[in-house]
């Protein structure tokens, strides 16, 4: 959530802070603004709503300057509104600042500050900063602004630009990411790396408390002692394109498309025949994977799901107790863990505060914490004891499709190596599950032909207010997934239920007319899910089944049928997904919703 983008060079900083902070967009915001120094004067523009109103109100009063910051705000503390939206300033208009977070003691500090004089305008947390380092500020900018953070409580990242010392930007981070472009004669900050990709592959990867001084002289780390940082550069690989849409009308679609290249990759050099799994620099001994009494999975939403897949695939291959939990909802109810527990935690960004704040704990009870994460460099990265990457490489729409996928094949990978070390399953059966994983990229590639198919089921149902997906095992957890990206992306209300539940109440809800989903591909399942969908049949729903390819009755029952090429039941979820996605996404296509920047949602929540 929110955006941070700031520039220092030798080049005109408005256009170059407006570039920067489009290439955040997908993070999700309500509002724009940059501050740039004009002739040794700070001058804001900023106002609600998308980067198009900033870009109008910058092409009736241009500010010319060669530094500045830029931010998209996605609404914590007050609404939506221009006078809410960031840069924020102090009272005379001196100093200036971006922050993502919240300032958890701010009505403190706003206190402390109004007794001492200083006026508020905004119902923000973020205008304390501006003003604490203006109250602090005694010649030296950086001195004041780590005067001003030792104050704060809570999470940040924070870039300041001052009339004092107009030659530079001062930022630091904590608990939300940040990193620093460094360019020829030139250097960024930003909150991803999509924002300076256009200007430079070189990084640095702030950690926090870390401190940065920006100049066109160069840059200086220091630590929250003001000990200079030796940091090394993080060469970029991918491409800028790559952050792009590339053809396709939206980044959700180019993602979808995207899953088998994506499945690959996260397998590459994992899984081999013949040989164990490896999952990088992890490095687990057979004695420690045979002394787990439990293993938890802990995550936020889509990565949930991926958990509860996880869950499956682990104590069936490994024969250990596994238990899924929501991230938001783990820590405060004091779980039983200890050295025995293995937690294994799952977040897209790598930035995910409730996930953050798990691993935290997990560690300080003595758990081992692995992190599967798609971002190289991001807190849960930095701070579990090993990480495994799932390989999805950008993914810029909000709702998560490529990353979910690579998720689950990451809990496939794990499942099989806990396996191996305590040889809880045979050899043969795991050879068996990593000679299918091995084919689902071709068979994904497969699934994505039936778009049209699903286009045109969309445009027949599109206009339901409500819908319902049914599975049993395996399949109910990807109707969940299901359920939540039709709820994403097309504000359609949608729930998702185990198919043996329906008798226990939601069958109430089913009449003439309901759409209901439902996914039928685990074998020992089968006769009990047609059972089921006879159930809905009969009250008048309209059923769409998806479903393996042997699996022909189906037309016999269902209205439409979408099929799934063959594979083993336990890695049906990798394909069984990919047309719910592809449903969501038309759905919304046909609503007119804006399915890479959905209503009110964040890529990357960093707050609780």
Not at 26 to 51: F, H, P, Q, T
Not at 149 to 174: H, N, Q
Not at 235 to 247: M, R, S
């Amino acid at each position: 959530m929110c955006g941070i983008v700031g520039f220092v060079g030798k080049s005109e900083a408005s256009p170059i802070l407006i570039e920067g902070l489009s290439k955040l967009e997908y993070r999700g915001y309500d509002s724009a603004g940059i501050a740039v120094m004009e002739n040794e004067d700070l001058k804001v523009i900023k106002c609600k709503g998308r980067l198009a109103n900033l870009q109008n109100k910058l092409n009736e009063c241009p500010i010319k300057g060669e530094i500045g910051i830029g931010h998209t705000r996605w609404a914590t503390h007050g609404e939506p509104s221009d006078v809410n939206s960031h840069p924020h300033s102090n009272g005379k208009g001196t100093v200036s600042v971006v922050h993502n977070g919240i300032i958890e003691n701010y009505l403190y500090l706003r206190e402390k500050l109004m007794s001492k004089g200083y006026e508020f305008l905004s119902d923000t947390d973020t205008e304390v900063i501006p003003n604490l380092v203006d109250y602090y500020y005694d010649g030296d900018l950086l001195e004041a602004v780590m005067k001003a953070v030792s104050k704060m409580e809570g999470s940040y990242a924070i870039v300041v630009i001052s009339t004092k010392e107009p030659d530079k930007l001062i930022a630091v981070r904590k608990d939300s990411p940040l990193i620093v472009g460094v360019g020829k004669e030139e250097y960024f900050i930003a909150s991803d790396i999509p924002a300076v990709l256009n200007h430079t592959r070189d990084v640095y990867l702030l950690e926090d408390k870390e401190f940065v001084v920006l100049t066109r002289e160069g840059i200086e780390l220091f630590t929250e002692d003001r000990e200079k940082i030796n940091k090394e550069i993080y060469h970029v690989t991918w491409n800028a394109d790559a952050a792009e849409k590339g053809g396709y009308e939206d980044f959700m679609l180019k993602e979808i498309h995207e899953q088998p290249k994506a499945i690959r990759d996260t397998m590459t050099s994992r899984i081999t025949l013949n040989n164990p799994v490896v999952l990088d620099k992890i490095n687990m001994e057979e004695s420690y994977a045979k002394n787990i009494e439990k293993i938890y999975i802990v995550a936020c939403g889509t990565a949930y799901h991926a958990g509860v897949i996880g869950k499956y695939a682990i104590e069936k291959l490994s024969r250990t107790t596994v238990e899924v939990d929501i991230a938001s909802e783990f820590r405060y109810r004091n779980p039983i863990i200890n050295d025995k527990t293995l937690v294994i935690v799952i977040s897209q960004s790598g930035e995910t505060a409730d996930t953050l704040a798990v691993l935290r704990e997990s560690k300080r009870k003595g758990c081992r914490v692995i992190a599967v994460t798609n971002v190289v460099g991001s807190s849960v990265s930095r701070e579990a004891d090993d990480v495994l990457y799932t390989w999805a490489g950008p993914e810029i729409a909000v709702a998560s499709t490529k990353a979910y996928v690579t998720q689950l094949i990451a809990m496939y990978i794990i499942a099989i190596h806990l396996a191996e070390l305590k040889g809880s399953t045979k050899t043969e059966e795991l050879e068996e599950i990593k000679k299918e994983m091995l084919k689902l990229p071709e068979k994904a590639e497969e699934v994505l032909k039936h778009k049209e198919a699903l286009q045109k089921f969309a445009s027949k149902t599109y206009m339901h207010r409500d819908m319902f997906f049914l599975g049993r095992g395996l399949d109910y957890a990807v109707a969940m997934e299901g359920s939540l990206k039709l709820k994403e992306i097309s504000y359609i209300h949608s729930e998702a239920y185990a198919g043996g539940e329906l008798k226990h109440g939601p069958i109430a809800l089913i009449e003439n007319g309901t759409v209901v989903i439902s996914l039928l591909t685990q074998r020992e399942l089968q006769d009990k899910m047609v059972s089921n969908i006879r159930e809905v049949v009969t009250r008048g729903a309209k059923v769409m089944a998806i479903t393996s390819e042997d699996n022909k009755n189906m037309e016999k029952i269902a209205d439409s049928v979408i099929y799934i090429p063959k594979t083993l039941d336990i890695l049906s979820p990798v394909l069984s997904v990919i047309p719910l996605q592809l449903i969501a996404y038309y759905m919304a296509k046909q609503k007119g919703c804006d399915v890479d920047k959905p209503r009110n949602l964040a890529k990357s929540v960093t707050v609780e």
